[in-house]
Nanobody
Framework: QVQLVESGGGSVQAGDSLRLSCAGSGRTFSTYAMGWFRQAPGKEREFVAG????????KHADSVKGRFTISRDNAKNTMYLEMNSLKPEDTDVYYCAASRFSWDARGSRNDYDYWGQGTQVTVSS
C-alpha cells in the first residue's frame, strides 16, 4: 500500500508555470506506475499524464502535450508535473495516483489503485 500527498498547487496568471509534486510513502514507490488526473466540479476525473515505475515510459493527454511534463525521482519517492504556459481551462483539482501496472504509463483511471487528496490549481486570464 502507498499513501500519496500532493503539493505545489496555487493561483497563477495565464502563461505562468507551476510544478506539482506527489510524495509517496513506503519503500515500494518504484514498483508503482504513477499518474496525474484532474477534475472540475460536476465533471469526470480526466487523465493528464502517466509514467511507468522506472520512469522510462511517459504518456500525456493531448490537451497538455507540449506544455506539461511528468517525471519522477524514485530515490526521493516523488513524482512531479511541470506545467508551463498555463491556461484558464487548466483550472482544476489535480490528483496523483499509483497503479500496480508498473511496467507502463496508464491512461485509464480504472487502472489506478491509490489516490491522493488533490491540490487546487487556479489559472486566471
Amino acid at each position: 500500500q502507498v499513501q500519496l500527498v500532493e503539493s505545489g498547487g496555487g493561483s497563477v496568471q495565464a502563461g505562468d508555470s507551476l510544478r506539482l509534486s506527489c510524495a509517496g510513502s513506503g519503500r515500494t514507490f518504484s514498483t508503482y506506475a504513477m499518474g496525474w488526473f484532474r477534475q472540475a466540479p460536476g465533471k469526470e476525473r480526466e487523465f493528464v499524464a502517466g509514467i511507468s515505475g522506472s520512469g522510462g515510459i511517459t504518456k500525456h493527454a493531448d490537451s497538455v502535450k507540449g506544455r506539461f511534463t511528468i517525471s519522477r525521482d524514485n530515490a526521493k519517492n516523488t513524482m512531479y508535473l511541470e506545467m508551463n504556459s498555463l491556461k484558464p481551462e487548466d483550472t482544476d483539482v489535480y490528483y496523483c495516483a499509483a497503479s500496480r501496472f508498473s511496467w507502463d504509463a496508464r491512461g485509464s483511471r480504472n487502472d489506478y489503485d491509490y489516490w491522493g487528496q488533490g491540490t487546487q490549481v487556479t489559472v486566471s486570464s
